[in-house]
C-alpha cells in the first residue's frame, strides 16, 4: 500500500462517506447538521458550514482546532500532499506504567484522532512551490513530542537540507512526552540540530504556531524558524500558565501567553488569520529563496 | 553534630541517632542497665544505616541531588580552575546569577570555557541566584561564552544543577522558550570538545540548555529528567504527593541515563550522599573531564560537530 492510500483509509476511518478529493475529505453524513457552540462568541454554528470555513468562526474569528488532515486542505495545494516516514511507531522504552500505562495511552490517542503519531510529516506544494511540511495534531496525547515526532521532524528538516527545499512546521503541543522521560527531552536538542543544518545550508524555515503550543516543542523546533507566523488567540508559551500562576502566587495578566502578548513582546514575526494564512505563507516563501552559492553567511 | 537538613529517608535513621545519643548523655555508673541497651541500639544503628543507604530508590536521590549542603557549581569551579575570570551578563537584559559564566584552567594546563547553573549556598544567596532556576538573559549569558569558546577553540565544560527554567511572566514574556531553543541549536555546533556533568539537578529544558554535548557525566546521586517528579505525579494522579512512584517512572537517575545510552559515565559518591564527603567527588570529577577532553583531542572541529550530530541523531526508541 502506498502512503497515500494508507493515509486516505486512515481517514475514511474517521469519516463515514469522503467526498472530495484525496486525503480532503468532504462533509460527512455523522459531523451533517451538528451545530457547535463558539467559545468566543457563543453563537450556534452548523458543523458543516465551520468545516468550509476553515473552522473559523463567522461571527467573531474564533480558531477552532483543526485536524492535520483539515490543516493540510487548508493549507497546500491539492492533492500535492505525501506523507513520509509514516511506518515510524512509538516504542515504551521506560516501561512507563502509572495510574495508565504508556501502551493504554498510546492505544486511546490512535483511536481518538485515527492518528499512529503526533506529527505528520511530508512533501506538499504551496502556490507551486516544493515544501516539506509537519503538521501535528493535539490529539494524540496532547501532540506531546516523543521519540517518533523528534525522529518525523528531524527526518523532515534532513529531507528538506538534502532536496534544497523550504520547510513549514504547523506546531500545536503540550510539551515533551513524559512518558518516553529522558528519550524525549532529548529530541529538542535533535531537533533543533536539525533545523540547524537546514539554516545552515542557507534554506528557509517558517513556522505557524497555533492553539496551544507549549514546552519542548516551542523551546526548540518551533521558534527556530526563520519567519514565525502564529494564528489569532493562540496560546503560547514554555510553562504552562497553570504552573506559572502556582509559582508566582499572582494572577497572570489578561492576555498573557496569547499570540498577541507574543506579537506585542517581539517573540513573533505576524499573527496571521487561517483565511489568509496560506496566501501569506505563500508571499512570504517567495522572499525566503535561497541565494545563489548556498551557505548560512552571516 | 548540628544537622541542617533530614531527607525525608533518612528520618527514621536520624530519629534512632538522636535517641542513642541521648542515652549516651545519661550517667551508665547510676544506670547500669543502660549499657546492654546501648548496646543495642548502636548494633541496630549499624543495621539501619547500612538498610538505608545500601538501596537508595530514585526519589532518594532526588532529595540527595536536592541536597542544600550538596557541593554546587561553585565549589567545582573553585576546586577544579586556576585563574578563573567570571564574566557577566547578556549584552541586551541583564546580568542573570543563575547562571555562572568563565574561563579558567585545569589542573592538567587545559584553558576552557565554563558555564554552570549556580544554586546558593544559603537564603540570601538563593534568593539572589533564583534558586538556580534561570531566565532567558541567563541563557543568553551562556550563548555568549559558547560562541567565545567557538570563536578562541576552547573546549566547553558545563556543570549542571537545576530544578528547571523559572517558570515567571517576565521570563515567558523575554523569550524564555527562544532563549533554550537557540541555547541547543548553538551547543549542536560547537566547533569544541563539550563535556557536561550532572552534579545535582537536571531540570528539564532548563537543564538542557547547557546539558548535551560530546559526553555526559552524571554523579552517582544526580538526576536528569524530562519533567519533575513532583508535577509528573500532579498530571498522573492529581497529587503531587505521589512523586516517589513518578520518580520511579521516569528513569531519571544516573545509572538509568547510562542504560538508556544517554549519560557515558557515572561518578560515585560516598555513602548518603556527595554532601557527606565533597572532596573526593569533586577531584573525581575534575580527572573525569580532563579525561573525556584528552579522549576528544586530535578531533578535527567539523569532525566534533558531525559526531554530536550523530550522537544526538541515535537518540529515541522507535518501530520503523
Partial sequence: MSVTDWFSQRERRRYTRTGGGQGRPGPSEVADGIWVQCPGCKRALLERELAEKVRVCSGCGHHFAMTPTERIASLVDDGTFTEIDASLTPRDPLGFVAVKSYAESLSAAREKSGANEAVLTGRAAIAGAGVVLGVMDFRFIGASMGSVVGERVTRAFELATEERLPAVMVTASGGARMQEGMLSLMQMAKTSAAVRRHSDAGLPYLSILTNPTYGGVTASFAVLADVIFAEPGAMIGFAGPRLVEQTIRQKLPKGFQTSESMLKHGMIDRIVARTELRDTVALMLSYLTPRAGGGAGV | ?320
Fill in chain 2, 1 to 320: 553534630m548540628t544537622r541542617r537538613h533530614v531527607m525525608e529517608f533518612e528520618r527514621p535513621l536520624f530519629a534512632l541517632e538522636d535517641k542513642l545519643d541521648e542515652l549516651r548523655r545519661l550517667d551508665t555508673a547510676e544506670n547500669p542497665e543502660l549499657t546492654a541497651e546501648i548496646e543495642a541500639l548502636a548494633l541496630e544503628l549499624v543495621r539501619l544505616r547500612a538498610a538505608t543507604y545500601e538501596h537508595l530508590d530514585p526519589w532518594a536521590r532526588v532529595q540527595i541531588a536536592r541536597h542544600p549542603d550538596r557541593p554546587k557549581t561553585e565549589h567545582y569551579v573553585g576546586a577544579l580552575f586556576d585563574d578563573v575570570v567570571e564574566v557577566h551578563g547578556d549584552r541586551t537584559f541583564g546580568d542573570d546569577e543563575a547562571i555562572f559564566a568563565g574561563f579558567g584552567t585545569l589542573a592538567g594546563g587545559r584553558r576552557v570555557a565554563v558555564l554552570g547553573h549556580r544554586k546558593g549556598v544559603d537564603t540570601k544567596s538563593n534568593i539572589r541566584r533564583n534558586f538556580g532556576s534561570p531566565h532567558p538573559e541567563g541563557y543568553r549569558k551562556a550563548m555568549r561564552v559558547m560562541r567565545l569558546a567557538d570563536k578562541f577553540g576552547l573546549p566547553l565544560v558545563t556543570f549542571l544543577d537545576t530544578a528547571g527554567a523559572y517558570p515567571g511572566i517576565e521570563a515567558e514574556e523575554r523569550g524564555q522558550a527562544l532563549a533554550i531553543a537557540e541555547s541547543l541549536s548553538l551547543l549542536s555546533g560547537l566547533r569544541v570538545p563539550v563535556i557536561c556533568v550532572g552534579i545535582g539537578e537536571g531540570g528539564s529544558g532548563g537543564a538542557l540548555a547547557i546539558g548535551f554535548g560530546d559526553r555526559l557525566i552524571m554523579l552517582e546521586n544526580a538526576y536528569y529528567s524530562v519533567i519533575s517528579p513532583e508535577m509528573c505525579s500532579n498530571i498522573l494522579y492529581k497529587d503531587p504527593a505521589q512523586a516517589s512512584t513518578a520518580a520511579a517512572c521516569l528513569k531519571l537517575t544516573a545509572g538509568e541515563l547510562v542504560e538508556l545510552g544517554i549519560a557515558d559515565e557515572v561518578i560515585p559518591e560516598p555513602t548518603g550522599g556527595a554532601h557527606r564527603d565533597s572532596v573526593p567527588v569533586i577531584t573525581a570529577v575534575g580527572v573525569a573531564v580532563e579525561r573525556a577532553l584528552a579522549d576528544l583531542d586530535g578531533i578535527a572541529p567539523e569532525g566534533l560537530v558531525q559526531t554530536r550530530y550523530e550522537r544526538l541523531r541515535a537518540i529515541g526508541e522507535y518501530d520503523s
